[in-house]
Structure formats: structure tokens, C-alpha cells
């Protein structure tokens, strides 16, 4: 898995919308601020609104994302495919 945080603006270029036409691969450019994980079995993460991630399975596995909180998931200070 490769994050990369709101801020990091070189990102924008290739947006459409909430999506990056950019793979994991081309995140390895000294403008953007990335950061490489590895999570193991049972492990969970949580990636805040505004973050990128892209995401690889190295094994055959399940994912499981849940983006439909009980409370408000909307913030006034993110847009997507921008940072104010």
C-alpha cells in the first residue's frame, strides 16, 4: 500500500475527480511525500478523508472497506481532487 497525504499537490495534475490516473509505482517521485506500508494479517488501517492510497493485494485475500459512518463523513475544508 502506498499513502500519500492531501497536501501533496503534485497529485493534483493527474486527478479526475476523488481517482489519480497515477499507479503506486509512479508515487516514488520526490514531490510527493509518500509512504510505503505493508499490513499483515489482521491488521486494519484507517486512512482519513482527503488521503490517496493505492492498494495491492500480495496474496489472494479479502479487503473490506466501510465509508458509511453513522456520523458525518463531510468536510467543508476538502474538496475532491483539491486542498485549500
Wanted: net charge negative; glycine share 10%.
Amino acid at each position: 500500500m502506498v499513502l500519500a497525504p492531501p497536501w501533496a499537490t503534485a497529485l493534483l495534475e493527474s486527478a479526475e475527480g476523488v481517482y489519480n490516473r497515477r499507479g503506486s509505482e509512479s508515487l516514488r517521485d520526490e514531490r510527493i511525500p509518500a509512504i510505503d506500508l505493508v499490513l499483515e494479517p489482521g491488521e486494519a488501517l484507517f486512512i482519513p478523508v482527503g488521503w490517496w492510497h493505492d492498494v495491492r493485494a500480495l496474496d489472494p485475500s479479502v479487503s473490506l472497506a466501510i465509508n458509511a459512518f453513522e456520523r458525518g463523513n463531510v468536510f467543508g475544508w476538502y474538496g475532491p481532487g483539491s486542498v485549500r
